[in-house]
């Protein structure tokens, strides 16, 4: 990264200490091996330096969302480790799938004939518990067959802890999986590892909180912040009684306001519903974003605050938790994280 500019409009730091923490923390909350999920470039963190750093600290079994992702893993990786596509076998992806020695997960019965019209071998099988999405139903889960390593599930409500659909899910896994013995049994989610030794099944598949989202969609002082979203003040300037602010007249100034304008924009990821809610951590303090956000910089209300040109906001981190960023911005976590666009620098520390 030592060809990056010293001073960029937008970057996004991500601390792999802190995500090793988050892993061990997990492993240790759950007693159970740890599945990383790592599925679009790890939330837009990176996928190949969160895997490496995560293969350091223990973790053999990866999962992806696409083949292509497996297979950008695969190569950087190396033969060691196993990964998992969880969108399964068909079309093309079956020939990617094996020429980069990955792991379907079954989610129908077409997907299965054509795993084992393909040649079959190790794979994985996805029950539909309550999702309605992805994997067969219980009542039409297939017989044991050659090859099956892997059974699980999703749970649709794991960040509602009290709600009890994740009971009705681990006690209808638990009964179907049982007709799959030796297959290893994967249930808990990010927010699962939080719901009980009785979630764990034979290994976790978290995501989110891996990369410091909380489990319940707020933040939890167990879960290490490992993103950090930071944009240079470009410009500071004052407005009068009267004027306005961005696209739109989005904002229009009761009393003379100082106004910094900080370089990250919706094209940097920085979704536009993060105004008027949304605030950023500037000067010690956190301060409203104001206007509308356009393609390349947004406007902050620094009034009273000694700020300048190449100073740095800190639109999600340490000190304003991602998670709290996403409910001012009415989303979650997730999307926050893999909205920021390529061209943000990622700028790896820990």
């Not at 992805?134 to 009290?162: I, K, Q, W």
């Not at 500071?236 to 904002?251: A, N």
Request: charged fraction near 15%; include cysteine.
């Amino acid at each position: 990264m030592s060809s990056l500019p010293a001073s960029l409009p937008a970057s996004l730091t991500v601390d792999l200490g802190a995500l090793a923490r988050n892993y061990h923390f997990l492993g240790t909350l759950t007693g159970r091996p740890v599945n990383p999920v790592v599925k679009a470039d790890a939330y837009g963190l990176g996928a190949v330096q969160v895997a490496r750093r995560l293969m350091a600290e223990g973790a053999r079994t990866f999962f992806v969302a696409r083949a292509l992702e497996g297979m950008v893993l695969r190569e950087a990786l190396g033969s060691e480790p196993t990964i998992y596509v969880l969108d399964g076998a068909h079309g093309d992806n079956i020939r990617a799938i094996r020429a980069a020695n990955l792991r379907p997960v079954i989610n129908q019965p077409a997907q299965l004939e054509a795993w084992h019209q393909s040649g079959g071998g190790a794979c994985g099988l996805q029950i539909d518990t309550a999702m309605n999405r992805l994997g067969y139903r219980v009542e039409n889960a297939p017989e044991p067959f050659e090859g099956l390593e892997l059974v699980m599930t999703h749970l649709a409500c794991a960040d509602e802890p009290s709600n009890p659909l994740n009971r009705q899910q681990r006690d209808a896994f638990n009964a179907v999986s049982q007709k799959y013995p030796g297959a290893t049994r994967s249930f808990a989610n990010s927010g699962g590892c939080f719901l009980g030794p009785d979630f764990g099944f034979d290994v976790v598949r978290p995501g989110i909180c891996l990369y410091g989202g909380g489990p319940e969609g707020k933040p939890d002082a167990r879960i290490a912040p490992v993103a950090t979203l930071h944009a240079q003040v470009m410009q500071v300037r004052p407005v009068p009684v009267g004027e306005t602010v961005g696209y739109s007249q989005g904002y229009r100034a009761d009393t003379e306001i100082t106004v910094a304008t900080c370089g990250a924009g919706y094209a940097d990821g920085i979704m536009r519903s993060n105004s008027p809610g949304g605030q950023v951590w500037i000067a010690g303090q956190l301060r409203p974003i104001i206007g509308r956000i356009s393609m390349d910089v947004l406007a902050v209300d620094v009034t009273g605050l000694a700020v300048q040109a190449g100073d740095t906001v800190e639109i999600f981190g340490a000190n304003r938790m991602v998670d709290d960023a996403a409910t001012a911005a009415g989303t979650i976590s997730y999307e926050m994280l893999t909205s920021i666009t390529p061209r943000v620098p990622r700028l790896y520390v820990g």
